[in-house]
């Protein structure tokens, strides 16, 4: 377990908003800023300003008064706190459309990653070509996923019902970083660190909100 | 802002975890399930027991002793809390992959949504048909909003550059609940909920913590 927490008190919430500095410091560096205050930055991202100061701060970096923090600089320090200096390799499993998406999706090379394997059962689709990589059969996975492992993120974008197989697949053959789009509770061991995007769940949270404002709305009309 | 907050005090967290109760429940109930355990609905979500039993409690549900809970009943009672017992229509802008992907997502379906139109800007995309939906032109989104808001969940799979236009072309429309994928941050009315998907953040928290397993592996070996 002790593998699983951070080396240093970096708190889970601002490991989950440092993507988000990294993504604004990337956008000013392309437009030749070379500062940034805490609160240019608080607005970039939508955080707060006192909380942008103290994440950065977690992070060992204090911004000049006056002047802000250094672009290039903080962003490498993000970078380096992401694992981010080299590229990471990523697996995806299941090329329907989702994964199809992913794997030609930009942002991943910009970003730290690099596409290295598509992997898929359908016959039809295994031996076809997406972004350049032609996809594999899932047989080959325990080869590739040794080949890439420990430092590879599988993505698992098949169907709910494969997507337990998959995962234990990837996590035999040493995987430890899995992101699974697939709307299920996946079992794995605990050293292993899973991400899980549901995009029916996201829907839900939003129309519940929605609901509520129908709620009240039916109340101010009655009251 | 009233209208922002839950009527009772239904927490955001467990708002957050609603979906996945609703989606296991669902999963005992075609399997021919008349009642579940709270422990058992927690093995299912990945939830604590303690957890699931206090989430329930706040919908007011209560488990019977030796019985548990009524799946039908307590899969009504969630459906309703989120606002689903009517389906509620997604229009989903931007049909790459990604709105692809998402267009065809059986899933929707039958978690309470229908997918109720589909546009893009893009001239050999428009008029192409995606699961039997035709993609309209992105000047039918006021139209078409105003049709289905304030209902409607409006759907951003943009690229990142186009997404704040199509967000305020949603909500200049009426529509108040928008899922977007696009990676950067939306400015928009507090009134209007939004959550955002980014996938590369995703794998940037992955990264981050298969990093410091790296670094305590490092420790490791020299210490």
């Known amino acids: 377990m002790m593998a699983e927490s951070p080396r240093r008190g970096v708190p889970e919430a601002t490991v989950g908003r ?11 560096a392309d437009r030749g800023r070379s500062s940034v205050s805490s609160d240019e930055l608080a607005e970039l991202t939508g ?17 000049v008064r006056g002047v802000g923090y250094d672009v290039t600089r903080l962003s490498d320090q993000i970078a380096a706190e992401l694992g981010l200096l080299e590229e990471r390799p990523v ?17 991943l090379a910009t970003r730290g990653f690099r596409v290295a394997a598509l992997l898929d059962v359908d016959p039809e689709v295994v031996g076809t070509e997406v972004d350049g990589l032609v996809v594999r059969p899932l047989g080959d996975l325990g080869a590739l996923a040794e080949l890439l492992s420990p430092v590879a993120v599988g993505v698992i974008a098949t169907p709910g019902a494969a997507a337990q197989d998959v995962a234990d697949l990837l996590v035999e053959h040493g995987v430890r970083s899995i992101l699974t789009f697939a709307p299920v509770v996946l079992r794995l061991p605990d050293a292993v660190h899973v991400r899980a995007v549901d995009l029916a769940s996201e829907l839900q949270i939003l129309a519940f909100h929605e609901h509520q404002r129908e709620l009240a709305g039916a109340g101010e009309d009655v009251g």
Chains 1, 2 share one sequence.
């Open 18 to 28: 440092l993507p988000g500095y990294l993504r604004a410091l990337t956008g000013l």
């Open 47 to 63: 955080v707060r300003g006192a909380q942008v100061r103290k994440d950065l701060s977690s992070l060992g970096s204090h911004g």
């Open 91 to 107: 697996v995806i499993v299941g090329i329907g459309n989702l994964g199809r998406a992913l794997a030609s999706y930009s942002g």
